[in-house]
């Protein structure tokens, strides 16, 4: 019990970073009605995007300084590569079969590793990520890590960023209105491409930052990184309820204390002590999703999609 508030920490950020990269999905789907599989690698390669900007600094270049300019690059990169699916693999396909989009999200998941693989040989084996300067942060019990500390700060400022947007602004309207009805947004004045692509953007910023969070928090990025992150993301995505920015992130938060939850005590239940422990941690996510949606098919939030049919 000494060890809870500390593991309850561990889990919220833990949760931020999945929310972050769920919010992506949950956009998407909310607006278009397609599951972006590929979003998990769109995560990655922001990662890489942000090592590469490292890279290229001249030596010696202050990491307070060069955080900033690698998430505009992180910011870039994904974005770039999400708006380019969404207009030469999904768009082409928008008036098809349902099945085809989903095929054509795997089959770019895949393009975008091994694509990854070749542009960085040493990709192979995991990259090092340059970490910020200084210990961890003592606050009575709990430790923080100092790469954590920018998570702490970055998730709750894009969430509330993002937020204003939708509900705010003009464009976020016509988001809203695209979600609902894309016909009707058409004849009121809504440009439903244009607002497509601006949700692929926003959710691959998203999870851009949550790449660079996630390099600084376990110091490395590797080719495959965002494939099971990208999984337990769209696991939180309808946890929260699909389709609802906020529920990602709540999806998202649950589904991180419950994993750090199930990784630390699990093992202390008579009868249980082969079920715990870190190699245990994506079954219990996976239990954890399961149980919720045998109770509440629509997720925490519930959903936020129109019905189309």
Not at 66 to 72: K, R
Not at 75 to 100: D, H, K, M, N, S
Not at 155 to 166: R, Y
Not at 243 to 266: D, F, H, R, S
Request: hydrophobic share 55%; with cysteine; charged share 10%.
């Amino acid at each position: 019990m000494n060890e809870l508030p500390q593991q309850l920490v561990n889990g919220l950020l833990l949760g931020s970073m999945y929310g972050l990269v769920a919010v992506g999905y949950t956009m998407v789907y909310g607006i278009v009605q397609l599951i972006n599989f590929a979003h998990g690698e769109i995560f990655m390669t922001g990662g890489f995007g942000a090592l590469t900007v490292w890279l290229i600094l001249p030596g010696g270049t202050s990491m307070w300084v060069a955080l900033p300019v690698m998430i505009i690059g992180a910011v870039i990169v994904a974005t770039t590569i999400a708006v380019g699916a969404e207009r030469f693999a999904y768009r082409p396909l928008r008036g098809g079969p349902r099945l085809a989009p989903l095929i054509t999200a795997i089959g770019l998941s895949l393009a975008l590793q091994y694509a990854v693989w070749v542009w960085y040989p040493e990709a192979k084996s995991a990259r090092t990520f340059p970490q910020i300067p200084g210990g961890p942060i003592e606050l009575g019990p709990i430790t923080i890590q100092t790469g954590d500390v920018f998570l702490l700060i970055a998730a709750p400022i894009c969430m509330a960023v993002l937020a204003f947007f939708v509900m705010r602004t003009r464009v976020g309207r016509g988001m809203q209105a695209t979600a609902q009805d894309p016909d009707t947004a058409k004849l009121m004045g809504v440009n439903t491409d244009r607002i497509i692509v601006i949700a692929f953007a926003l959710g691959a910023a998203m999870a851009a930052v949550g790449a660079v969070a996630y390099g600084l928090k376990y110091g490395v990025v590797d080719y495959k990184m965002g494939f099971l992150l990208g999984l337990k993301a769209f696991t939180a995505a309808v946890l929260g309820g699909i389709g609802n920015i906020y529920g990602a992130m709540i999806g998202g938060v649950v589904l991180g204390i419950a994993e750090t939850m199930a990784t630390a005590y699990v093992s202390h239940i008579p009868g249980m002590e082969q079920l715990g422990g870190q190699s245990w941690a994506d079954v219990w996510a996976f239990v954890l999703l399961i149980v919720v949606l045998l109770a509440r098919p629509q997720g925490l939030l519930g959903e936020r999609v129109a019905d189309r049919a």
